[in-house]
């Protein structure tokens, strides 16, 4: 076994000296609440919230604590209540159920494909199921966004993006978080720009934008959000909206403003290692990579495979092999979650019927993280690691 890789999926690339130095100014000055400024002085927060607004082609934007903060704030300011039923995929990970839940609503799980986006023929079937869908761009795969928005539109039902994994992507050129009525992001720190935890929330609808502002804790500074909609939108919102803190602070906004100034390069450095691992397990017996649809402006910031019909065991094995040669894969039919794998029967406090369908995917889904730490002869490495071990499994037991 002399193949071993040495590096780390964990490991992410530094702040950008001019998010450090902009960080450092914030904590020379000590106004880190993104109201506390002095007479001329635009927050952090408010550019960095103009400035996202502008890259994905939104009207309005609010940054808040985390990318859950932003999907439980758009739940509630798109009316869901407790007690109702919000649609959302059985391929996705804990936080978007959990968000429909600290609402006090109910998750209704819709399929996933072989493509690994939601299963639009389950969602027709399901569309008097709810009035929300929560729609998670799961591990950056992306489904027809026009047929998505026919369907739901044609039933009523509100649709709001979890783009948590896809940041800088797109559907036909529009940007993901834009088609539906409300986009949500995560800058955690495993996501496409980082500031350790944090989130933003993008909307063109004034009333929604508003009642967002108000939930996230803005007392009655609402004015102060240059990227917010104007002052008359919250006549009678500012009284009826209670405040659930979950602001943005000026540090975390200054780490990232120069991250998503360099997203478009960024983005594509994830592209340059995604295809590379792509083509390195192209053709490998047993093992299917996922072909993304030509629609798609995606970001390969983890990649996926299916093993179609693999016993549990054999697998298990593949990732035990492949982890001894320091590979580290993940895998989505696990009976239990582990790490960061759950899936829709792992949320025991859901009372959801057996998807047989989806279950068949998800049972093949072995997943990847690729930090921008890895170089291209990193990436060819890791392919070759996986097909060799995949091929010998394979061949065994064929
Ligand atoms: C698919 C998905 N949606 C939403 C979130 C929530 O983001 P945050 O961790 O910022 O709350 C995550 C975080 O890992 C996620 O993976």
Same mark, same amino acid.
């Given at each position: 076994?002399?193949?071993?890789?040495? &590096?780390?999926? $964990?490991?992410?690339? @530094?702040?950008?000296?001019?998010?450090?130095?902009?960080?450092?100014?914030?904590?020379? #000055?000590?106004?880190? #609440?993104?109201?506390?400024?002095?007479?001329?002085?635009?927050?952090?927060?408010?550019?960095?919230?103009?400035?996202?607004?502008?890259?994905?082609?939104?009207?309005?934007?609010?940054?808040?604590?985390? !990318? &859950?903060?932003?999907?439980? $704030?758009?739940?509630?300011?798109?009316?869901?209540? /407790?007690?109702?039923?919000?649609?959302?995929?059985?391929?996705?990970?804990?936080?978007?159920?959990?968000?429909?839940?600290?609402?006090?609503?109910?998750?209704?799980?819709?399929?996933?494909? @072989?493509?690994?986006?939601?299963?639009?023929?389950?969602?027709?079937?399901?569309?008097?199921? &709810?009035?929300?869908?929560?729609?998670? #761009?799961?591990?950056? #795969?992306? =489904?027809?966004?026009?047929?998505?928005?026919?369907? =739901?539109?044609?039933? &009523?039902?509100?649709?709001?993006?979890? =783009? /948590?994994?896809?940041?800088?992507?797109?559907?036909? !050129?529009k940007a993901s978080g834009t088609w539906g009525k409300v986009g949500c992001y995560s800058c955690q720190t495993y996501k496409h720009i980082n500031s350790g935890e944090g989130g933003l929330f993008v909307t063109d609808d004034p009333e929604v934008a508003a009642r967002a502002i108000m939930y996230s804790g803005s007392y009655m500074m609402f004015e102060r959000h240059l990227a917010g909609p104007p002052p008359e939108t919250f006549a009678q919102i500012k009284?009826?909206?209670?405040?659930?803190?979950?602001?943005?602070d000026n540090l975390r906004a200054a780490i990232l403003r120069p991250q998503l100034a360099d997203l478009a390069t960024q983005c594509a450095r994830w592209n340059e290692r995604y295809f590379a691992i792509e083509a390195g397990l192209r053709d490998t017996a047993g093992l299917k990579v996922i072909e993304r649809?030509?629609?798609?402006?995606?970001?390969?910031?983890?990649?996926?495979?299916?093993?179609?019909?693999?016993?549990?065991?054999?697998?298990?094995?593949?990732?035990?092999? =492949?982890a001894a040669r320091g590979v580290e894969l993940k895998w989505f039919g696990n009976a239990v979650p582990v790490g960061f794998t759950s899936r829709y029967d792992s949320w025991r406090y859901v009372d959801a019927p057996a998807m047989p369908d989806s279950d068949r995917v998800l049972a093949g889904i072995v997943d990847m993280r690729v930090p921008l730490t890895f170089t291209l002869e990193d990436c060819a490495q890791i392919a070759r690691i996986i097909r060799e071990e995949a091929s010998r499994i394979f061949q065994a037991a064929a």
């Amino acid at each position: 076994m002399s193949d071993v890789f040495k &590096g780390s999926f $964990t490991q992410q690339e @530094p702040i950008p000296e001019a998010g450090i130095e902009a960080a450092v100014a914030v904590m020379r #000055h000590g106004r880190l #609440h993104r109201y506390n400024t002095v007479s001329g002085e635009t927050a952090e927060t408010v550019l960095l919230e103009q400035e996202f607004a502008a890259s994905v082609g939104a009207k309005y934007c609010i940054a808040v604590a985390s !990318g &859950g903060y932003a999907m439980t $704030t758009a739940l509630r300011a798109v009316g869901v209540k /407790a007690g109702d039923r919000v649609l959302t995929n059985a391929f996705t990970l804990a936080p978007v159920p959990g968000a429909i839940a600290a609402v006090g609503a109910v998750p209704v799980f819709v399929g996933v494909t @072989p493509e690994l986006v939601l299963d639009l023929d389950d969602l027709t079937g399901k569309a008097d199921q &709810g009035d929300v869908l929560l729609l998670s #761009h799961m591990r950056g #795969h992306i =489904c027809d966004m026009e047929r998505l928005m026919e369907i =739901c539109d044609a039933s &009523g039902i509100t649709v709001i993006e979890d =783009c /948590a994994h896809t940041m800088g992507a797109a559907w036909k !050129g529009k940007a993901s978080g834009t088609w539906g009525k409300v986009g949500c992001y995560s800058c955690q720190t495993y996501k496409h720009i980082n500031s350790g935890e944090g989130g933003l929330f993008v909307t063109d609808d004034p009333e929604v934008a508003a009642r967002a502002i108000m939930y996230s804790g803005s007392y009655m500074m609402f004015e102060r959000h240059l990227a917010g909609p104007p002052p008359e939108t919250f006549a009678q919102i500012k009284y009826e909206t209670p405040n659930i803190s979950g602001r943005m602070d000026n540090l975390r906004a200054a780490i990232l403003r120069p991250q998503l100034a360099d997203l478009a390069t960024q983005c594509a450095r994830w592209n340059e290692r995604y295809f590379a691992i792509e083509a390195g397990l192209r053709d490998t017996a047993g093992l299917k990579v996922i072909e993304r649809a030509v629609e798609e402006t995606i970001v390969g910031s983890s990649i996926q495979f299916l093993l179609e019909g693999w016993e549990g065991a054999s697998v298990q094995d593949l990732l035990a092999r =492949c982890a001894a040669r320091g590979v580290e894969l993940k895998w989505f039919g696990n009976a239990v979650p582990v790490g960061f794998t759950s899936r829709y029967d792992s949320w025991r406090y859901v009372d959801a019927p057996a998807m047989p369908d989806s279950d068949r995917v998800l049972a093949g889904i072995v997943d990847m993280r690729v930090p921008l730490t890895f170089t291209l002869e990193d990436c060819a490495q890791i392919a070759r690691i996986i097909r060799e071990e995949a091929s010998r499994i394979f061949q065994a037991a064929a």
